[in-house]
């Protein structure tokens, strides 16, 4: 494993999993949509059950939730405990009456979250958990490891937050997520891709950009078989079975980690 560095081995186990999907995402004009939540500080753990191998393509599922600060990576890295926060645009958390209908009834798109301009998750009873599934391989290069042998990883993500609503209610973020490749970015870093289906910024697009890196989990077996590059050509023997996943920077010519961000048009 010493002969591998952090980013080869990422770039090794990232794009792969969502290779030959062959999804986009429709481009939205220059100018023409609006950032209505803002968040960082996500720190995830992948458990993978059925685990991503080095062979083609097959059935896998992810449960991901937060770390606790606990875990470490496969370098023996401590993976910091998630501190997910989100800041909130006034459109949706200041009440707007003259966007209330004719009849007086109030817009409730005005006010999302009980005026709160941020959102936070340090609390006990807060937390992100996302359940996604699909198929894949962690070894592109092999037959059989693109659709329909492969298919997009996608599902479900929720957030509850410490903010609460007049009722007491937690305010929560319910999202319907997919995962594909940036094919423009050199560390091969996935892109997050859905929408908002309950709570705020419904209807919003999720964007992100994630990052995955094995833990020192002993479910990990021969991680390395993922790699094209080893001479002989690995057996196809790795198990694949917990990842740690945070926020990465992307293809946008930036150096900045990119946001967790939900955007209207």
């Known amino acids: 494993m010493t002969a591998f560095s952090r980013s080869t081995i990422a770039r090794i186990l990232a794009g792969a999993m969502v290779a030959g999907a062959g999804f986009t ?3 939205t004009p220059a100018g023409a949509e609006t950032q209505v939540l803002s968040c960082s500080g996500m720190s995830q753990i992948v458990s993978m059950n059925p685990p991503t191998g080095s062979s083609s393509a097959k059935y896998l599922k992810w449960a991901v939730k937060d770390s606790d600060g606990t875990k470490v990576d ?12 989100c800041t909130v645009n006034s459109g949706i958390r200041t009440n707007l009456p003259a966007t209330n209908s004719d009849s007086g009834k109030e ?3 005005d006010n999302q979250t009980n005026g709160n301009a941020s959102l936070t998750t340090s609390g006990v009873l807060a937390k992100t958990a996302m ?3 699909g198929s894949g391989s962690c070894r592109t290069d092999l037959p059989n490891t693109s659709f329909p042998h492969a298919y997009t990883i996608q599902g479900k993500a929720t957030t509850k937050f410490d903010q609460t609503f007049s009722n007491l209610a937690q305010i929560q973020m319910q999202s319907y997520l997919r995962l594909e490749a940036d094919t423009a970015d050199p560390e091969d870093d996935l892109k997050v891709r859905g929408v908002v289906t309950k709570g705020p910024g419904i209807g919003g697009e999720v964007r992100a950009t994630i990052a995955l890196f094995p833990t020192n989990s002993a479910k990990n077996v021969n991680v390395i078989d993922c790699s094209p590059a080893l001479t002989p050509v690995p057996a196809g023997n790795a198990v694949v079975a917990e990842m740690k996943l945070t926020l990465a920077d992307g293809s946008d010519g930036d150096a900045l980690i990119d946001p967790w961000e939900v955007v209207l048009p």
Not at 74 to 85: E, N, Q, R, V
């Open 25 to 27: 995402v429709a481009a």
């Open 74 to 85: 496969l370098f023996g890295s401590p993976i910091p405990a998630d501190a997910f926060a």
């Open 107 to 109: 817009n409730p798109f």
């Open 131 to 133: 359940s996604l599934s």
